[in-house]
């Protein structure tokens, strides 16, 4: 079958920042030094020649695309300064904005300043919406919730929820039918009988355990080539302490409301610090705060081959979760002074109507290789097993 | 042979004049006195054969008076030693064994020429490439075989005869045959030198291939003006002549003394045309316009391009009906339709060819060709990208810039049998056109920087940039985004009319940088980058008896120790009639064979190699039989010799300028009565005596 070919891809793709790479001519150095590529997965010359003949399809159903993480080896080491490892950054945006239907997110990179508007729209219409519905502002204790009443937070929480699980959950379908359709899995190499649910079950934990969470790839093979640098300021590390205390953080969050719906504790009743929901809130704030700021300056300082080109994608992401932990540990020390302060009311206005944001644009922008990227690393995961058997 | 100063057809030739006397058995006179020289190589042949043994060995031949073995034979030192000899001994004959003759057979005739001796008494034994080189690891074979053809050596050396070069008389002038971008350069440094120059053009106007191109690579030169500057040179030369609408139409003599006949076509337009735009513009006859490569039409009267050279309009006859509507539109002035050639006769010292090339033309249906106006060739494609082209340098389709382009490689260039089918002309086209890589990225470049929307594919089986300056086009066009894709040897891209679809054309390609992939390109223009062809210089060819290549271009002597020169002596080579060649390659050859000319017109005489056919007219009975063996004009001729008193008989006899020694006569002759001098059939024997007289082991036969 003869592939029918896209010219307008490449010039599309430059859009998303891959401005350097029509210089690439296809010697594969990339490829070869790469800590991450193997038979099963060869990039970043495969994926940068689909991109230049315009092999959109093929592009788009490329597992290959999320099993990079720039650690900017084939950058350094091209002979055409065709900025493979960048091309692949400004492919995975590419592809965020294809998966998504909405094209919202085409729009948040390709139009920065609209994107930032709406960005900024759409915290002030949370924070109006939430000061519309206010309460008394107690001035002896910060009572957060009679402020903004937990109700109004957490049914509002919930509609985000649904409206981001919906629009991720399109994405994902999008993504995983065209990388099986390309890979050759179907239903029944996934769920047909018990020997390929263990095999799913497994990749499944490959891709969200070990690789996700655990950084396994990340943490090993892409540190392997990368110039030592003083432990807290290696890049797996401060990824994974974002990404650990932005979970942590949203998990304090659901758990904290399941507790009010079990009838433990109210939401905003005050707990010591070692309660173990509050404790969990706190350790995971402190990473994000301290993984953010460094990921931050990181960029400011080009700290790195991976981060010399910063698009505005990168620090709306990084500005947002910045935000967030930062208004969120304010808000936590507000709450210990002896005197409750004003502003603390503005500042946890300021913080209820950040994280709403970021959850809701989540599908949207940089973060959603939060799902992109496991699910890549499960068909990466499943791969060898189907080949051998 | 004799010197001669004048053409031998008017003047009785020595050696048939040679008083007859009755035939006699004569034995050969072998020499006494043959000096043998045995050389090192510095290792290269004493590595491996026993140089000491061979010496020893060649020591005790009859009539060998001196043996030695040096370390380098073309060493002051080596040549000093022969020198010595000569003195000493009273050589008569040297012998040298050292490496092939083509690199120092010069260098001993001139030692010899120093101690005094003839210099054709000398005679080179190869024992580098043909004993020590070839078998390496037998080094007592290799010893044998050294001694074998030392004995053969001293065996000829003994029989040979002094020789003299052939000499004739120069006439100082050239003929520089093309009057493109070779042929101005050769014709101007010529005229530079002070040698008279004749510059014939077949076309109306000047300048060649050249001026159809808007720029050249490297320098991205205006084409155009680059090739008014070396006209604007030439026509300042005081002792050069141009002739426009003029061809070769006969050649005979020889180097030093060519006699050309011309024949010029009236222009049909002269200076007294006062508007040429109304003249023009009255002609009723619409052809293809071959300057545009077809894609624009001119009229009968007809200017390429306004400003060219001369700058003066033309009449093609061949599409002329005249009519007279030019005549009527000019008022009567400045037109004459009578059409009739002219012949004039031109002697010349030696001939440059500057002919040119042809493009290569694809077959209809070729990447599929001539079936659509959106398939056209890399030449058209100049023409249109041309600003002073026919579509004003926009490189447009049906009023639209093209979205997307595919440019195919080698279209009648390096064609395999099997896969290709042959031209148009019935030949494969198997040799790389060389030009045509970078022409085409050149043309890419252009197209990407003038339309950055057009998508730009180029299809290649393989990509050179090989010249000075040239790499960058291939940088640039992949930093411009030009896609390239690969195709294998066997398998080539496929174009189809999509009718309907959003993109007319459809391109097919295995691409191998795509890990070959099958991919449809769709494109709005398939641009075929077509090769350079021999252009058909049949008459040329048969009037000159320049030998030619397998692939159809000229022959040079040697593509490197005799590059610009044809095996025809006077006759040089310069430019795309000897192989693809781009402008810098064209005229560096120009300046070579133009240097070549000067070098051999230089004196008052040509001189030549002394190794022609000669007749024993003592043995010849007239008989003719040579003359159908003589592929060379002149070479061979019956006279009437007096053999006796009042009895007038026909001999053969040899012009010792006109023939090239090639020796297809001797076997043609059933008295034996020819030979090539200094090449004796007794003299082979001799030497197949020498080798034979001692049995050789198997190793060393090979």
């Known amino acids: 079958m003869a592939v029918a070919i896209d010219p307008t891809l490449l010039p599309e793709l430059q859009r998303y920042g891959a401005f350097d790479v029509a210089a690439c001519f296809n010697c594969g150095n990339c490829t070869a030094v790469c800590p991450l590529t193997d038979d099963d997965a060869t990039f970043p010359r495969r994926i940068i020649r689909y991109a230049q003949v315009g092999m959109k399809a093929e592009l788009l159903a490329s597992k290959e695309l999320w099993t990079c993480y720039y650690c900017g080896e084939c950058s350094e080491t091209c002979p055409r300064q065709a900025e493979p490892g960048e091309f692949m950054a400004a492919a995975r945006r590419y592809a965020i904005a294809s998966y998504d239907k909405t094209r919202l997110a085409r729009t948040m990179y390709l139009q920065p300043v609209i994107g930032t508007a709406i960005a900024v729209m759409l915290a002030a219409v949370f924070a109006m919406f939430m000061y519309v519905a206010h309460g008394p502002q107690d001035g002896s204790t910060l009572a957060l919730f009679k402020f903004i009443p937990s109700e109004l937070i957490h049914s509002l929480g919930l509609a985000i929820m649904i409206v981001v699980g919906l629009a991720g959950l399109a994405g994902i379908v999008t993504m995983a039918r065209r990388i099986a359709r390309s890979e050759g899995v179907g239903w029944g190499t996934v769920f047909g009988g018990r020997a390929a649910l263990g095999r799913s079950a497994r990749a499944l934990w490959i891709a969200l355990g070990i690789e996700s969470l655990g950084q396994r790839r990340y943490r090993k093979d892409c540190e392997s080539v990368q110039e030592p640098v003083a432990w807290y300021r290696r890049r797996w590390l401060l990824h994974a302490l974002t990404m650990w205390g932005f979970l942590g953080l949203f998990g304090a969050t659901i758990a904290d409301y399941g507790l009010e719906l079990l009838g433990t504790k109210a939401t905003g009743t005050p707990v010591p610090i070692w309660y173990p929901v509050r404790l969990l809130g706190t350790v995971a704030g402190a990473m994000l705060i301290f993984g953010t700021t460094m990921l931050i300056l990181n960029r400011l300082q080009q700290a790195n081959r991976s981060v010399r080109k910063s698009q505005s994608a990168d620090w709306t992401l990084l500005l947002l979760l910045w935000l967030t932990g930062m208004s969120g540990f304010v808000l936590e020390l507000a709450l210990y002074l002896p005197q409750a302060p004003t502003w603390g009311y503005w500042v946890f206005l300021f913080h209820v109507a950040i994280a709403m944001e970021l959850v809701l644009l989540a599908p949207f922008m940089k973060l959603a290789h939060v799902v992109y990227r496991p699910v890549a690393l499960f068909f990466y995961a499943l791969k060898p097993s189907t080949s051998a058997g | ?702």
């Open chain 2, 1 to 702: 042979m004799a010197e001669r100063r004048s053409k031998p057809k008017n003047q009785a030739a020595t050696t048939a004049a040679a008083p007859a006397t009755p035939p006699e058995v004569v034995l050969p006179v072998l020499a006494e006195k043959v000096g043998v020289y045995i050389c090192h190589c510095g290792g290269n042949i004493s590595d491996v054969v026993d140089v000491d043994k061979v010496a020893t060995e060649a020591a005790g031949l009859d009539g060998v008076a001196v043996a030695r073995h040096i370390m380098f034979m073309c060493s002051d030192e080596g040549q000093k030693a022969i020198v010595d000899d000569i003195q000493a001994l009273g050589l008569d004959r040297v012998v040298v064994a050292a490496c092939t003759p083509k690199l120092h057979e010069a260098t001993f005739r001139r030692v010899l020429q120093r101690g005094g001796m003839n210099p054709y008494l000398f005679l080179p034994a190869n024992i580098r490439e043909q004993a020590s080189w070839a078998h390496p690891h037998s080094p007592k074979a290799a010893t044998e075989k050294a001694s074998a053809l030392v004995r053969a050596a001293v065996a000829k050396a003994q029989m040979l005869e002094p020789l003299e070069k052939v000499r004739v008389a120069a006439v100082h002038r050239a003929l520089v045959i093309g009057g493109g971008v070779a042929g101005l350069r050769a014709a101007l440094d010529l005229a530079r030198q002070g040698l008279g120059v004749t510059l014939v053009e077949k076309s109306p106007f000047l300048g060649g291939r050249t001026t159809q191109l808007h720029t050249v690579f490297p320098t991205e030169d205006p084409a155009r003006l680059l090739v008014h500057r070396l006209i604007a040179e030439v026509k300042a030369q005081p002792n050069l002549t141009i002739l426009t609408e003029t061809e070769v139409v006969a050649l005979t003599g020889y180097v030093g003394d060519f006699t050309v006949t011309l024949k010029t076509t009236p222009r049909g337009v002269n200076a007294e045309l006062a508007d040429r735009q109304a003249a023009i513009a009255a002609c009723p006859i619409s052809v293809a316009n071959e300057f545009d490569d077809g894609i624009s039409k001119r009229r009968a009267i007809y200017q390429p391009y306004p400003g060219s050279e001369p700058d003066l309009p033309a009449i093609d006859w061949a599409s002329c009906t005249r009519c007279g509507d030019c005549v009527t539109a000019a008022g009567g002035r400045g037109i004459d339709l009578k059409s009739d050639p002219i012949e004039t006769t031109i002697e010349t010292g030696a001939i440059v060819v500057a002919t040119g090339f042809d493009h290569y033309e694809p077959r209809v249906g070729e990447y599929g060709y001539a079936t659509s106006p959106r398939i056209l060739t890399l030449p058209q494609v100049h023409r249109m990208l041309d600003p002073e082209g026919p579509t004003g340098g926009r490189l447009e389709i049906d009023g639209r810039v093209p979205r997307s382009i595919a440019m195919i490689h080698c279209v009648g260039s390096r064609q395999i049998e099997d896969v290709d089918e042959p031209g148009p002309d019935g030949k494969l086209h198997e040799y790389c056109s060389r030009v045509c890589c970078t022409a085409t990225l050149q043309a890419a470049n252009q197209i990407r920087q003038k339309y950055p929307k057009t998508a730009v594919y180029d299809l290649y089986r393989d990509i050179r940039t090989y010249g000075r300056d040239q790499e960058p086009y291939y940088v640039d066009a992949s930093k411009a985004g030009v896609v390239f894709m690969r195709f294998a040897n066997d398998a080539r891209p496929t174009v189809e009319l999509s009718d309907g679809a959003d993109f007319p054309l459809k391109v097919t390609v295995t691409d191998t940088l795509t890990f070959g992939t099958e991919i449809e390109v769709p494109v709005d223009l398939v641009i075929l980058s077509v090769g350079v062809m021999p252009r058909d210089v049949t008459g040329l060819i048969e009037m000159t008896h320049a030998p030619v290549g397998a692939d159809g271009f000229l022959l040079e002597v040697h593509p490197k120790l005799r590059p610009v020169e044809s095996a025809i002596p006077g006759l040089l080579l310069a430019g795309t009639v000897q192989a693809p060649m781009d402008v810098t390659e064209s005229t560096s050859a120009a300046s070579a064979a133009a240097a070549k000319v000067t070098a051999l017109l230089a004196g008052d005489h040509v001189e030549m190699e002394p190794f022609v056919a000669k007749v024993d007219p003592s043995l010849c009975d007239g008989c003719g039989l040579c003359l159908d063996a003589c592929r060379y004009a002149g070479a061979i001729a019956m006279q009437e010799v007096e053999i006796e008193e009042g009895v007038l008989e026909k001999r053969a006899y040899v012009n010792p300028v006109a023939c090239k020694g090639c020796g297809a006569c001797v076997p043609s002759c059933p008295v034996s009565a020819l030979d090539v001098a200094g090449w004796e059939i007794d003299q082979y024997k001799a030497m197949i005596d020498a080798i034979t007289a001692e049995p050789l082991t198997a190793g060393a036969r090979s």
